[in-house]
């Protein structure tokens, strides 16, 4: 099992910028992917960006030019930089990893409320 624990969510101001991480743990060897998305109430869960183990990210039209996302590779750990916040980024926002190797695997954080409001 992997576990995935999240931190960093809260409250900002239109404008302002987070900065979530996510901490892998247990068997985490032969992690393809980690990613954040998010939820919004009412909406379906949708992809705010990932990571492959060979670096390469991809995110999601709403965010893109705003958000960034990294990776401590010695720490087992991904960011997500989150800049020019705004009133629609509110949403939990949900830590997942993936490992491809048959059976495929998809490991969830318990997820980080976001809210950005004046």
């Known amino acids: 099992q992997v576990q995935l624990v999240e931190s960093g969510g809260g409250l900002v101001q239109p404008g302002g910028s987070l900065r979530l991480s996510c901490a892998a743990s247990?068997?985490?060897?032969?992690?393809?992917?980690m990613g954040w998305y998010r939820q919004a109430p009412g909406k379906q869960r949708e992809l705010v960006a990932t990571?492959?183990?060979?670096?390469?990210?991809d995110s999601g039209d709403a965010v893109k030019g705003r958000f960034t996302i990294s990776r401590d590779s010695a720490k087992n750990t991904v960011f997500l930089q989150m800049n020019s916040l705004k009133p629609e980024d509110t949403a939990v926002y949900y830590c997942?990893?993936?490992?491809?190797?048959?059976?495929?695997?998809?490991?969830w954080g318990q997820g980080l409320q976001v809210t950005v409001s004046s």
């Open positions: 997942n990893a993936v490992k491809l190797v048959p059976p495929p695997s998809s490991y």
């Open positions: 247990g068997r985490i060897s032969r992690i393809n992917v």
């Open positions: 990571i492959t183990s060979g670096g390469n990210t």
